[in-house]
């Protein structure tokens, strides 16, 4: 049954957390049983248990969600304290041998060779999640797989946990004005404001990344620099306090993996882990992650070649070392480009950016977005709608939350996460919301937040994510949104999104001068523009080379060396080699404690799909109001209802092709431009 109610965060109370989620596991495990003796149908086997099922997924939702974004102590204690609980519950259900008989019968029964096909691919998958969750397995190999779970999601608590404590527990206070010199005058405002909180004189700085990054771009002090830069890079290692070190978890969370996927018969986890992706295999990724390093290493090298060179004869650095390279890039691209990103910064206002981002959603796929109220988790979190309009007047499509601001309480980088998928049962429906979560600088002095160009990406990007989970059209819960979509093309909406980033009709709605109001002067556009590309190549490079590390550790049937499976990988592809001390894995949450793990490639495999049906935009642009219809229909509304292969060829009406991406980061040629100028 539809379930619309939302959830009620000015009431969320720690401690019911865990007889509220005990009850819900029994009322699950209740349904289990009378799912294991129903008729094998889709209404009555299939349908109750999903419902039930449902129910506890979006109570520790909420409790996961405020994990990340509100952490505190009673929070994280009620986590916990119930995640175990949580783990075994799933890991119960997906072990069922009943309940895989049950499937097992529906798949042969007449109701699936008569259903449709996104009812298949819904049991298929099923079934599929069965063998992987070890349904097979006898004992004693069954309850050992069984503790591996538990084992794995107090490993990833614990990691992320380390690694938000440990970016929480540095500060660098400065005291000179020759030590903040070159920093933008808001984040030396907001600098202040942090020391004045703690009634010191002087500055504040941390590791958040608001903080974190204008004093790596910006600092003309280059021991401050090279200060923060090792604190960052060596954060929840051994150069910190033996209880944030994560490199002993992340031993452990390998060894896990390697025997998971050695009781399940895979060869090593990375195949584990592709049984369920686009992509077929380890090798395939491998070649696929190589031949791009191929093709732009070239690039990449001549790029760093001439930030050395501009260091020694423009800043008189003779050794560039990895925390000048922001820094020297900036001051590089502001003699190249006669433009810096602190100037371009003053136009992008926060409220103006999402106002611009919502007309673009509103053009490209014919849907309303309108700021909505319901309870939120923080004040500074707002909440909208999208509706469309029919014959009969306004009709909801989904809602989504939006928490744009960094605070020490939420843990860093910008996801989306579901909080209700869209499913329509007994003539009800249930509309999609989400969760959109960045980490920008805050408003400071009254003014609005102003967002880097970069962090404007970051906001499309994550509004792609959020477009794929609302903008669908399926109305069975399991495939409906992101629900279903392999993980190498989940990236393929948010990384489409960000190409109108770089539209000037686009830029100029959503600029306005924080002073003036004035917007982006197309002038100005013109040298961003021109350094659309601007150390692309090394910024790829960077990419395959946190991919290549992840796909190497999750290759090997045992736990490898992992600085030396690093070191190896960056003497193949790093073209900048940083300091020895460097434990950039310490803190690898994407692999380590966000589910990409044997699967950080998704970001450059989806990014030659997203690439390629943005092209399609850029060969017909008098047709880029059906174009866009087109995507609407056969990527963002068909969420994981087919496989996204099959998606992807419905809008381009073939295979993927690389050259696109080439393109669109300066690796090639650009034959539009080069037709536009014969």
């Known amino acids: 049954m539809a379930n619309n109610t939302l959830p009620d965060f000015a009431a969320f ?93 529906l798949k042969a029964s007449s109701e699936y060779a008569n259903a449709s096909a996104t009812r298949k691919r819904i049991i298929d998958k099923a079934l599929q999640a069965f063998e992987l969750s070890g349904a097979a397995l006898v004992s004693p190999a069954r309850e050992r797989y069984a503790a591996i ?229 923080h004040e500074s979190v707002e909440f909208y709608r999208i509706e469309k309009t029919t014959a009969t007047g306004k009709e909801l499509v989904g809602q989504f939350y939006i928490d744009l601001y960094a605070r020490e309480s939420k843990r860093s980088g910008a996801w989306m996460d579901d909080v209700r998928g869209r499913n329509h049962t007994n003539a009800q429906l249930q509309t999609p919301v989400a969760y959109l979560v960045c980490n920008f600088m805050p408003p400071i002095d009254g003014k609005p937040a102003l967002l880097t160009h970069d962090e404007v990406t970051t906001l499309f990007h994550e509004m792609g994510h959020g477009l794929h989970h609302l903008l669908t059209r399926v109305d069975d819960l399991a495939v409906s949104g992101i629900n279903g979509v392999e993980w190498d093309a989940v990236e393929l909406p948010s990384q489409f999104m960000e190409n109108f980033c770089w539209e000037w009709p686009c830029v100029q709605a959503m600029s306005s001068h924080v002073d003036t109001a004035a917007p982006l002067p197309r002038a100005l556009f013109d040298k961003m523009t021109a350094a659309k590309n601007f150390q692309a190549a090394m910024q790829t490079m960077r990419q395959l080379e946190f991919s290549l590390f992840d796909m190497q550790l999750h290759s090997s049937a045992k736990v490898p060396n992992v600085q030396a499976t690093l070191d190896a990988v960056r003497r193949e592809l790093a073209v900048i080699t940083p300091p020895a001390y460097n434990r950039f894995q310490n803190s690898f949450s994407h692999i380590f404690a966000g589910g990409y793990a044997a699967g950080y490639y998704s970001y450059k495999w989806a990014e030659v799909l997203s690439a390629d049906c943005y092209a399609a935009f850029e060969e017909k642009p008098s047709e880029s109001a059906a174009i866009g219809k087109k995507f609407l229909q056969e990527i963002l509304s068909a969420g994981g209802s087919r496989p996204a292969i099959d998606s992807f060829r419905a809008f381009r009406g073939r295979d993927p092709q690389i050259d696109a991406l080439l393109r669109h980061n300066g690796l090639q040629e650009n034959p539009l431009v080069q037709a536009s100028h014969a």
């Open 13 to 105: 109370n720690p401690a019911k957390v865990g007889a509220q989620i005990d009850q819900l596991i029994s009322q699950l495990q209740a349904s289990v049983t009378v799912a294991e003796a129903a008729p094998a149908t889709w209404q009555e086997f299939y349908l109750p248990l999903e419902e039930t099922s449902e129910q506890l997924q979006r109570a520790w939702g909420v409790v996961s969600h405020l994990n990340g974004v509100a952490d505190s102590p009673a929070l994280r204690a009620a986590y916990e304290e119930k995640l175990q609980d949580i783990t075994q519950a799933w890991t119960e259900i997906g072990q069922n041998k009943a309940l895989f008989a049950q499937y097992k019968k």
């Open 149 to 377: 779970q538990d084992e794995a999601a107090q490993l990833s608590q614990d990691f992320s946990k380390r690694a938000l404590d440990a970016t929480n527990a540095y500060t660098l206070h400065l005291e000179t004005t020759e030590q903040i010199a070159g920093l933008p005058s808001d984040v030396i405002a907001a600098a202040k404001a942090e020391a004045q909180s703690k009634n010191k004189d002087g500055w504040y700085f941390s590791l958040r990344m608001p903080s974190y990054l204008p004093v790596m771009q910006y600092a003309d002090d280059r021991f401050v620099r090279e200060t923060i830069y090792k604190a960052y890079c060596t954060r929840a290692s051994e150069s910190g306090p033996a209880d944030l070190n994560n490199s002993k978890i992340i031993e452990q969370t390998l060894a896990l993996r390697a025997e998971e996927s050695e009781l399940l018969g895979f060869g090593n986890f990375a195949e584990l882990s592709l049984a369920t992706k686009m992509a077929d295999t380890p090798a395939q990724v491998d070649l696929f992650l190589r031949d791009l390093g191929k093709k732009a290493k070239p690039y990449a090298l001549k790029e760093v070649q001439e930030l050395r060179n501009f260091a020694a004869e423009k800043l008189g650095i003779a050794d560039l070392q990895a925390w000048d390279v922001a820094y020297v890039s900036e001051k590089l691209k502001e003699e190249r480009y006669s433009f810096s990103e602190q100037e371009v910064r003053q136009y992008f206002q926060a409220p103006k950016v999402l106002k611009g981002l919502f007309s673009k959603i509103e053009e490209l796929f014919s849907v309303s977005v309108v700021k909505d109220q319901t309870s939120v988790w």
